[in-house]
C-alpha cells in the first residue's frame, strides 16, 4: 500500500504538503487472521523498506500505525491496550532504525490507534497515560524533548455498541468521543449507531454532528488540557500508567511482542479479562442498557454484518503459519443471540415466546418482583404475562388453566411464600404436572431445597446469570412448543 502511495506522486515536484496518515499495523492484521509469515523477519525487512521509500517521497505523511482496536475488540482492558501499545510501538520502531532512518524520522511516522470504549474517566485517563509511556520509552532512546509525543487517532468503540435498540449507540458514540477529545487525540472517527450491519446517511450525518458539536457548540478547541488539574483523572492517569508499564515490561520479559503472540501468552490474557467482563453482563452487574436491562421487546433489531475475514492479499496468503486469533466481538453479543433465539421460536409457534407470572397477594405485595422477572426476561426476548392478584389457591388454577402457558414464575413477597406460596405450589404441580415453574427471589439456603421438592425448577433473583437462565428457558420452551 505504502509503495503504491509512494509511486503514484514520485513525479510530483513537492509533495511536502501531504500531511496526515496512510498507514499499516502488520501485528494487528496478523491477530486478526491468525497467520503469521512463516519468514517473518524477511516480510518485516521488506515492510521497514516500503516505509523508508515512502518517507522519502513524502516526508511529512505518517506510515506507521499502532492499533490497539483488535485487542479492545477482543476483550482487552485499559492496562493491556496501553502495554500493547508500548510493545508495538517498540518492535516497530527497532525495525524503523535497521534502515537508512534515522530516530527522530522513525518517531515521525508513527500514530498510535485506540478504541474509546464506555468508561468515560478511564479512557481519558487511558489516553493520558498513553503519552506518558510513549514519552519515557522515548527518554530511553535518548529523543529530544521534541520529539517524544505521540500522535493519537482514536474511534468510538465497535465492542461497546448493540444491534437492538440502536439508538441508544448515539448516546454510547457521543460519551466515547467527548472522552477522546477530552484526551487529547488528534484525529476522531465516531461511528454512525447502525454500523454495524450498514450505515445510512442519517446516522451518518448524525455521527458527524456529534463531533461539531463538540467543536463548535462545547467550545473544546478552546481548552488545552481540559481534563488537567482534576485531582481524579490525574491520580487515575498515574495509577495507569504503572500498571501498563509493569505490562509492557511483562511482554518485553516474554520476547517482545511478535513472540507474545506467536506463543498465544497475549492472547490468553485477554481471553481471561474478557470472561470477566462477560460474567459481569451475564450477571447485570454491569448494564447494557437496551439489551440486558430495559430490553425494548417491541425492537426486531437488524441484521449483523461479520467481520472481514481477511486482511491479506491472495499473493501474501503464501507460505504462512497459524497464530491464535482474537475473536473480534461485541459485548452485548451474547444477549443478541438470545433475541434471535427467540425471535425463531416465534416463527416456529406463531407466538412470542411467554412464561405467567403468578402474582401472589394484592398490588403492592406482588407487584415489585414481577416488574423485576419481566425485566429479566426481556433479556432474552420473552414477554412476562402477569396474572391478577392471586390471593386463593382457586384463582392460581384458574390463571394456569386459562393462560394456556407451559411456564410460570411465582411472584410475592417473603410473607407471602409462606403464608400461600407452597400450597399453591403443590396444589398446581399436582394438577399441571407437565408445568415449569420458577420463583422470584432467593428464599434463606434452609429453605431453598423445600421449595425445589415441591417443584420449582430455578430461582430467579438479582444475582442469578441471567444469560444462563434465559438460555434454559428458552430450551425448556422450544423443547415444550416445538419438540
Not at 500498571?243 to 506463543?263: P, T, Y
Not at 462477560?278 to 441484521?303: A, P
Not at 415466546?353 to 425485566?375: E, T
Not at 432467593?442 to 421449595?451: G, I, R, Y
Amino acid at each position: 500500500m505504502l509503495t503504491t502511495l509512494a509511486k503514484l506522486i514520485e513525479n510530483q515536484s513537492d509533495c511536502s504538503s501531504v500531511t496526515g496518515y496512510v498507514a499499516s499495523d502488520p501485528l494487528s492484521s496478523f491477530v486478526l487472521d491468525g497467520l503469521l509469515p512463516r519468514d517473518h523477519e524477511l516480510y518485516f525487512t521488506e515492510w521497514s523498506e516500503s516505509i523508508r521509500k515512502a518517507n522519502k517521497n513524502i516526508p511529512n505523511l505518517k506510515t506507521v500505525l499502532i492499533n490497539t482496536s483488535p485487542y479492545h475488540n477482543g476483550g482487552a482492558n485499559a492496562v493491556q491496550e496501553l502495554g500493547i501499545a508500548a510493545a508495538t510501538g517498540v518492535f516497530y520502531l527497532q525495525q524503523l532504525l535497521g534502515t537508512n532512518l534515522n530516530l527522530e524520522q522513525a518517531l515521525s511516522k508513527m500514530i498510535f490507534q485506540f478504541s474509546i470504549g464506555a468508561n468515560f474517566f478511564m479512557e481519558i485517563a487511558k489516553l493520558r497515560a498513553a503519552r506518558i509511556l510513549w514519552d519515557k520509552i522515548t527518554e530511553v532512546y535518548g529523543t529530544e524533548m521534541d520529539w517524544r509525543g505521540m500522535q493519537i487517532a482514536a474511534e468510538t468503540s465497535t465492542f461497546t455498541k448493540t444491534v437492538y435498540d440502536k439508538h441508544v449507540n448515539i448516546l454510547r458514540s457521543g460519551n466515547e468521543a467527548f472522552a477522546a477529545v477530552i484526551g487529547g487525540v488528534q484525529y476522531l472517527h465516531v461511528t454512525a449507531f447502525d454500523e454495524i450491519n450498514t450505515s445510512s446517511s442519517f446516522s451518518e450525518r448524525i455521527a458527524r454532528n456529534t463531533q461539531l458539536i463538540l467543536q463548535e457548540e462545547s467550545f473544546l478547541q478552546n481548552v488545552l488540557d481540559p481534563a488537567g488539574g482534576s485531582w481524579y483523572v490525574e491520580e487515575l492517569t498515574r495509577e495507569l500508567a504503572e500498571k501498563a508499564w509493569r505490562f509492557f515490561q511483562e511482554i518485553e520479559a516474554n520476547g517482545g511482542i511478535l513472540d507474545v503472540l506467536k506463543s498465544s501468552w497475549l492472547q490468553h490474557r485477554i481471553a481471561v479479562v474478557n470472561e470477566k467482563r462477560q460474567l459481569d453482563i451475564f450477571t447485570r452487574e454491569k448494564s447494557i442498557i437496551g439489551t440486558n436491562v430495559y430490553t425494548n421487546l417491541d425492537d426486531n433489531g437488524f441484521e449483523e454484518e461479520k467481520w472481514s475475514s481477511s486482511h491479506f492479499s491472495p499473493n501474501e496468503l503464501n507460505g504462512q503459519i497459524s497464530i491464535q486469533i482474537i475473536p473480534q466481538m461485541r459485548l452485548a453479543e451474547p444477549y443478541e443471540a438470545l433475541r434471535k433465539r427467540a425471535e425463531v421460536l416465534k416463527v416456529k409457534t406463531g407466538s412470542q415466546p411467554l412464561v405467567g407470572m403468578i402474582g401472589l397477594g394484592n398490588l403492592k405485595q406482588h407487584k415489585a418482583r414481577v416488574d423485576f422477572v419481566i425485566g429479566f426476561l426481556a433479556a432474552g426476548g420473552i414477554t412476562g404475562v402477569a396474572s391478577e392478584s392471586i390471593i386463593s389457591v382457586e384463582s392460581s388454577i384458574e390463571f394456569v388453566k386459562n393462560s394456556n402457558l407451559t411456564h410460570f414464575c411465582l411472584c410475592g413477597s417473603n410473607e407471602q411464600y409462606e403464608e400461600i406460596g407452597h400450597e399453591i405450589l403443590v396444589t398446581l404441580k399436582a394438577i399441571f404436572p407437565d408445568r415449569i415453574f420458577y420463583l422470584a427471589g432467593l428464599p434463606k439456603k434452609e429453605q431453598q431445597s423445600q421449595w425445589i421438592q415441591e417443584g420449582i425448577k430455578q430461582f430467579i433473583h438479582v444475582k442469578s446469570n441471567c444469560y444462563e437462565t434465559l438460555s434454559t428457558i428458552l430450551e425448556d420452551l422450544k423443547v415444550t412448543k416445538v419438540e
